[in-house]
């Protein structure tokens, strides 16, 4: 079945490319992925791309163009592609794509490393090679970024998200919005865990009466301040609200934990499977400490380093999911890809802090049980040791699993550092 869909996959994925290389044909009048610096010559003179690229000569934007594999379109995965056809690739004033998914990389590469003042070329060369061989992926604002004139565009604000002691948050539970996201604190947990009370408060009350929000509500203090004040509030059964978002469908939990604050920044990913296969851990993390340096500097935003592919990287060492020697493995693997980026950022004379762990879920055909959902949220917990923020997992609901059960997973989770749980 899995050869079946892979065969679909590579249909779909020439189709794509066919399509793209048509288009660009028929717009350029000569073959795909030639004349690398007329091309940049006409994104210029449209003012389709910033001035930047006068940085570099017209011999070495020549070198580079040679320097692109155009066979690396194969790597990059449908999805993706599809991605770049609609958002990455620059498109005229049409809004027609004008520009190929290797030429935005190259692109990419040469903008990140523009002021670089020793062995440039190289530098790009091998920003290019990380970036076309799918070793390491850049969130889309950046991709969009570095392909639309460099115009900054509004990152996406999160939807349908609510404190747990908003007073709305019954209704809003039972509500038909499908993915419903709650900001747990650990206080609400506390009282959990302790079968306590809980207090629900108007959102505008308190914004006006004490001058914050309910992300204050994190603190014991919070109850006993809205006591001295005017607002008015309602005390509930914590563990009867809480069974109340168990039942609830679309539920994506967010632990507020002050000591793990996340930070305003975006993630690039090292995709592990992808670079295991080819032992180019330590060359990897290398150029991307240099690539972010320079990506930083343009964009003006912090990109965080995280690891993906986890369970794909596992099942390659042909050892079991929810074993100990995948514990040993994440151990082992983190404290390499931590060196590595630790010496490449001293080397580089900035510190980018490490944020590697992965949206680690547990996928199977069969309902997952409470023993395999536990081992899961050991094996986040055992990357998150090398971390100040952690990464995501999902929990099941089936009719195997009770609430308490639940309930004691969700708990062992937040009691783990796991920043986000997604019941499903």
């Known amino acids: 079945m899995r050869v079946f869909e892979q065969k679909k996959e590579c249909i779909h994925e020439r189709e794509l490319l066919q399509l793209l290389y048509k288009q660009v044909e028929q717009q350029r009048g000569r073959p795909v992925y030639s004349g690398f610096h007329q091309v940049v010559r006409k994104l210029l003179q449209d003012g389709l791309y910033g001035q930047w690229i006068y940085d570099y000569s017209a011999s070495e934007i020549k ?37 190929l998914p290797q030429e935005r990389i190259m692109l990419i590469a040469m903008a990140a490393m523009q002021h670089e003042t020793i062995q440039r070329l190289q530098k790009v060369q091998e920003a290019y090679w990380l970036l076309s061989h799918g070793y390491v992926t850049l969130p889309a604002e950046v991709m969009s970024f570095f392909g639309k004139t460099f115009y900054r565009r509004k990152t996406r604000v999160e939807q349908y998200t609510m404190d747990i002691a908003d007073s709305r948050i019954a209704s809003f539970l039972s509500s038909k919005v499908k993915e419903k996201h709650i900001r747990i604190p650990d206080y609400f947990m506390e009282q959990v865990k302790a079968c306590g009370s809980w207090s629900l408060f108007e959102a505008e ?14 603190s014991e203090w919070f109850p006993d301040a809205a006591d001295g004040s ?14 109340q978002l168990l039942g609830s469908e679309g539920i994506v939990v967010h632990f507020h934990n002050e000591k793990r604050q996340e930070k305003a920044a975006l993630s690039s990913y090292i995709q592990l499977p992808n670079v295991m296969q080819e032992t180019e851990l330590a060359r990897t993390c290398t150029i991307l400490v240099r690539l972010l340096n320079g990506i930083e500097s343009i964009w003006g935003h912090t990109l965080r380093v995280e690891v993906a592919g986890w369970e794909t990287a596992i099942a390659d060492q042909k050892i079991g999911l929810h074993s ?26 900035m510190q980018i802090p490490l944020r590697k762990a992965a949206a680690v879920t547990h996928q199977s055909i069969n309902q997952a049980t409470s023993q395999q959902q536990t081992a ?3 094996r986040v917990t055992a990357e998150q040791r090398h971390t100040d923020q952690g990464g995501s997992i999902m929990l099941e609901k089936s009719p195997t699993i009770e609430t308490a059960e639940l309930l004691q997973l969700l708990i062992k989770a937040w009691g783990g550092g796991v920043p986000e749980v997604r019941l499903i």
């Open 230 to 243: 005017s607002i008015a509030y309602k005390k509930v059964s914590a563990i009867g609200l809480m069974k």
């Open 324 to 349: 100990e020697k995948a514990l040993l493995f994440i151990e082992e693997v983190a404290e390499e890809i931590n060196r590595y980026l630790e010496v490449a950022s001293y080397q580089s004379g």
């Open 63 to 99: 070198w580079l163009g040679l320097q692109i594999v155009a066979e690396r379109d194969r790597l990059i995965p449908p999805a993706l592609l599809q991605q770049y056809m609609n958002e990455f690739v620059t498109s005229d004033y049409y809004d027609k794509p004008i520009g």
């Open 376 to 378: 899961m949220i050991d």
């Open 205 to 218: 009350q308190t914004e006006r009466a004490l001058s914050c929000s309910h992300g204050n509500s994190n």
